[in-house]
């Protein structure tokens, strides 16, 4: 089995693109295969700069490893298109030399453009040059006229597709165009740097979206011209967004930096992935990269295009989250995160607020409550910080001023400890003869500045003693 991921550098990768990519990684590691990544870049007006290491970036960063491609090597290589042009210009005249399925087209530009705007969608390219007779066409290549080299589609009849999601796709051959092959400039376009890359690569499987599944109709004919024999397809449904739209990096921001900036982990978004067009016999809903290995199959992959429902993406990431904070290697990368996020939000203050024994006990604290680490700062950011109190807010009892004191006094007669805390709070309400939920409360307020902190007793251990004494000093002021 060998695969291949081969996205083209025109930005940030795409979800689906990354779904494509872990499919493909995870079909190849199921069947001990050997998964290749490959870089489409030919179509060079919509090449960004720097995308392609950034493509290669995040799919590392995702978990999806590559056997062979770019920055890694391989006896199939070059691995990146601009650098194989030469095996395209060397299959493209072979093809033109042997006059059966190709020919050379001399049609300006101009005149192209011209039937686009007039007659493309009811008939596509009028294969005014297919006619040319082979002395013509010698004549035009002498004289140095400026051609490209087009596919010669059967004009009638059906061509086959054997799809292994969508079974078979019959495609009528009137209904498909004359495809360009290479370009006037030397460069091939993606229907044949296709088709030569996966046959030199041996590639044994395509896996690829849904959009390409007509196009296949063209590859097969190419395939038939050289008498290769073609891979096993599969196109994977397309993703929508919740109200059934094709899901749109411009419109839908649905390319993996967006989640990978805003705090996903990279477990939970490879879950979330898998899931997308994929449903496990045993219905299972949680994976790790390793469970997925041993249980995917493209048996599951449904025709149906699927919705990126992003609550569920976040709920996923909360088990994740939950799940990496119970390993050593694990809660480490989470600290690193969130140290990060500190800095980024201004909140980064003294070394002993931002050491890794303070940070494992804020996630012990926020376990369940938050999932994505740049939420942290925002959402508790009385770990850090003091609140900024004002007296309507604050002072939810009549003698606030005074239960806060009564506190004040047990907190700086206790241990820093919980249960010592929890005792001083507890003799405090019986002290003032209130409801302990409303001392609780009271004391919330001046220590966290909210009602709907997670638990008060272990933010005050957390904080220590000092920082809980100087917050309630300056609500009692306030009360006052």
Same mark, same amino acid.
């Given at each position: 089995?060998?695969?291949? +991921?081969?996205?083209?550098?025109?930005?940030?990768?795409?979800?689906?693109? =990354?779904?494509?990519?872990?499919?493909?990684?995870?079909?190849?590691?199921?069947?001990?295969?050997?998964?290749?990544?490959?870089?489409?870049? %030919?179509?060079?007006?919509?090449? $960004?700069?720097?995308? =392609?290491?950034?493509?290669?970036?995040?799919?590392?960063?995702?978990?999806?490893?590559?056997?062979?491609?770019?920055?890694?090597?391989?006896? +199939?290589?070059?691995?990146?298109?601009?650098?194989?042009?030469?095996?395209?210009?060397?299959?493209?005249?072979?093809?033109?030399?042997?006059?059966?399925?190709?020919?050379?087209?001399?049609?300006?530009?101009?005149?192209?453009?011209?039937?686009?705007?007039?007659?493309? !969608?009811?008939?596509?390219?009028?294969?005014?040059?297919?006619?040319?007779?082979?002395?013509?066409?010698?004549?035009?290549?002498?004289?140095?006229?400026?051609?490209?080299?087009?596919? &010669?589609?059967?004009?009638?009849?059906?061509?086959?597709?054997?799809?292994?999601?969508?079974?078979?796709?019959?495609?009528?051959?009137?209904?498909?165009?004359?495809?360009?092959?290479?370009?006037?400039?030397?460069?091939? %376009?993606?229907?044949?740097?296709?088709? $030569? #890359?996966?046959?030199?690569?041996?590639?044994?499987?395509?896996?690829?979206?849904?959009?390409?599944?007509?196009?296949?109709?063209?590859?097969?004919?190419?395939?038939?011209?050289?008498?290769?024999?073609?891979? %096993?397809?599969?196109?994977?449904?397309?993703?929508?967004?919740? %109200?059934?739209?094709?899901?749109?990096?411009? /419109?839908?921001?649905?390319?993996?930096?967006?989640?990978?900036?805003?705090?996903?982990?990279?477990?939970?978004?490879?879950?979330?992935?898998?899931?997308?067009?994929?449903?496990?016999?045993?219905?299972?809903?949680?994976?790790?990269?390793?469970?997925? $290995?041993?249980?995917?199959? *493209?048996?599951?992959?449904?025709?149906?295009?699927?919705?990126?429902?992003?609550? /569920?993406?976040?709920? *996923?990431?909360?088990?994740?989250?939950?799940?990496?904070?119970?390993?050593?290697?694990?809660?480490?990368?989470?600290?690193?995160?969130?140290?990060?996020?500190? &800095?980024?939000?201004?909140?980064?203050?003294?070394?002993?607020?931002?050491?890794?024994?303070?940070?494992?006990?804020? +996630?012990?604290?926020?376990?369940?409550?938050?999932?994505?680490? @740049? /939420?942290?700062?925002?959402?508790?950011?009385?770990?850090?910080? #003091?609140?900024?109190?004002?007296?309507?807010?604050?002072?939810?009892?009549?003698?606030?001023?005074?239960?806060?004191?009564?506190?004040?006094?047990?907190?700086?007669?206790?241990?820093?400890?919980?249960?010592?805390?929890?005792? !001083?709070?507890?003799?405090?309400? =019986?002290?003032?003869?209130? @409801?302990?939920?409303?001392?609780?409360?009271?004391?919330?307020?001046?220590?966290?500045?909210?009602?709907?902190?997670?638990?008060?007793?272990? $933010?005050?251990?957390?904080?220590? &003693?000092?920082?809980?004494?100087?917050?309630?000093?300056?609500?009692?002021?306030?009360?006052?």
């Amino acid at each position: 089995v060998r695969v291949r +991921f081969a996205p083209s550098p025109t930005g940030a990768l795409h979800l689906g693109g =990354a779904r494509t990519a872990l499919y493909n990684y995870l079909f190849a590691k199921a069947n001990n295969g050997r998964c290749v990544l490959r870089i489409e870049d %030919t179509d060079t007006e919509r090449n $960004v700069p720097g995308s =392609a290491q950034q493509l290669q970036e995040s799919l590392k960063w995702l978990g999806v490893r590559f056997d062979e491609g770019p920055n890694i090597g391989g006896k +199939f290589g070059p691995y990146i298109q601009s650098e194989r042009l030469k095996h395209y210009q060397q299959y493209s005249r072979q093809l033109v030399q042997e006059q059966h399925s190709v020919y050379c087209c001399f049609c300006t530009a101009e005149r192209l453009q011209s039937m686009r705007s007039q007659s493309w !969608a009811t008939g596509g390219y009028d294969r005014r040059c297919r006619t040319l007779s082979t002395k013509q066409a010698s004549e035009y290549l002498q004289m140095g006229l400026p051609h490209t080299v087009r596919l &010669k589609i059967p004009e009638d009849g059906v061509t086959t597709v054997v799809d292994q999601i969508y079974g078979e796709v019959h495609v009528p051959n009137n209904t498909v165009d004359d495809q360009i092959l290479m370009k006037s400039d030397g460069y091939p %376009t993606y229907h044949f740097a296709n088709v $030569v #890359d996966d046959h030199q690569m041996e590639i044994s499987h395509v896996f690829r979206g849904e959009e390409w599944l007509l196009s296949t109709a063209k590859h097969l004919t190419l395939y038939k011209a050289f008498g290769w024999e073609p891979p %096993t397809f599969a196109h994977l449904p397309l993703l929508r967004s919740s %109200t059934g739209e094709k899901l749109s990096k411009r /419109k839908h921001n649905a390319h993996l930096e967006h989640y990978r900036e805003r705090g996903f982990l990279p477990e939970a978004l490879v879950n979330f992935l898998a899931l997308l067009g994929w449903s496990p016999k045993s219905g299972q809903e949680i994976f790790t990269m390793d469970c997925l $290995v041993q249980s995917f199959s *493209m048996e599951g992959v449904s025709k149906r295009g699927v919705a990126v429902d992003e609550a /569920k993406l976040e709920w *996923m990431n909360g088990l994740h989250f939950k799940r990496k904070s119970q390993s050593e290697r694990g809660r480490q990368e989470l600290v690193l995160g969130l140290q990060k996020c500190l &800095k980024e939000s201004g909140l980064y203050v003294e070394s002993r607020m931002v050491s890794d024994s303070y940070l494992e006990q804020v +996630f012990q604290l926020l376990e369940g409550r938050i999932s994505l680490l @740049p /939420k942290i700062p925002s959402e508790a950011s009385y770990f850090w910080r #003091d609140p900024v109190p004002n007296r309507e807010g604050l002072c939810v009892v009549n003698n606030a001023a005074q239960i806060l004191g009564t506190i004040a006094i047990k907190l700086d007669q206790c241990e820093d400890s919980w249960e010592a805390i929890h005792a !001083a709070l507890k003799s405090a309400a =019986a002290e003032a003869c209130m @409801p302990y939920s409303l001392v609780m409360l009271q004391c919330r307020l001046a220590i966290t500045g909210t009602k709907n902190s997670t638990g008060l007793v272990g $933010v005050m251990a957390t904080i220590g &003693k000092e920082v809980s004494q100087r917050r309630l000093q300056t609500a009692i002021s306030l009360c006052q």
